[in-house]
């Protein structure tokens, strides 16, 4: 038989899990945010090299508010691209070794978020089989209900009300720490 201060005590790991899900999802969603700005930005890249081939590329920069500079290369050599190489240093590289870079941040990255993932999906499991246990705890905390009571097991409590009185009662919240009924916010 199970307490009642175990099924709370259940409850609260499950809500805490839910909890530490609800932030790897959302860290899960801010990687994948980083992805695809590293995806868009090895795009261009690669872009801008292949166009450079021409002797002359052009590209449309957003600077923000709305506000979009010209910027033209001209000749048949690469440009360069301003990089950040950590700790807020940046560097002029040529758009190759830029590209090259980009797309090697973009898999460490995309490990990061396999893992994210991963971790999502072991949470999970683990809160449906806490979540499992716990409704089946809570089944053995409440006293069974009768089908059919027999004649000699059927007695009316002394507290009962009259059937006028239960019209006018108040029906039970559900989920009360001082009702019959447990919930998982119990």
């Known amino acids: 038989m199970v307490e009642r201060s175990e099924l709370q005590k259940m409850a609260r790991t499950i809500d805490a899990y839910r909890k530490q899900l609800d932030d790897l999802n959302a860290r899960a969603e801010q990687v994948s945010a980083i992805i695809e700005e590293h995806q868009l930005t090895t795009g261009i890249l690669h872009s801008l090299q292949e166009s450079s081939k021409t002797g002359r590329t052009g590209a449309r920069l957003s600077i923000g508010s709305g506000v979009t500079l010209n910027y033209i290369h001209e000749g ?3 440009g360069t691209a301003l990089v950040d190489i950590g700790s807020g240093v940046f560097g002029e590289k040529p758009w190759s070794e830029a590209h090259s870079m980009t797309l090697e941040r973009k898999e460490g990255i995309t490990l ?6 991963e ?8 809160i449906t089989v806490l979540a499992e246990e716990f409704n089946a705890a809570a089944e053995q905390l409440q006293p069974p209900q009768p089908t059919q009571p027999s004649a000699a097991t059927t007695v009316e409590p002394p507290s009962s009300p009259m059937p006028d009185e239960k019209e ?11 009702g019959n009924e447990l919930t998982l916010d119990d």
């Open 76 to 78: 048949e050599e690469e």
């Open 112 to 117: 990061l978020h396999k893992d994210l993932s």
């Open 119 to 126: 971790q999502v999906t072991k949470l999970e499991v683990k």
């Open 168 to 178: 006018t009662r108040r029906p039970q919240r559900r989920g009360s720490r001082f």
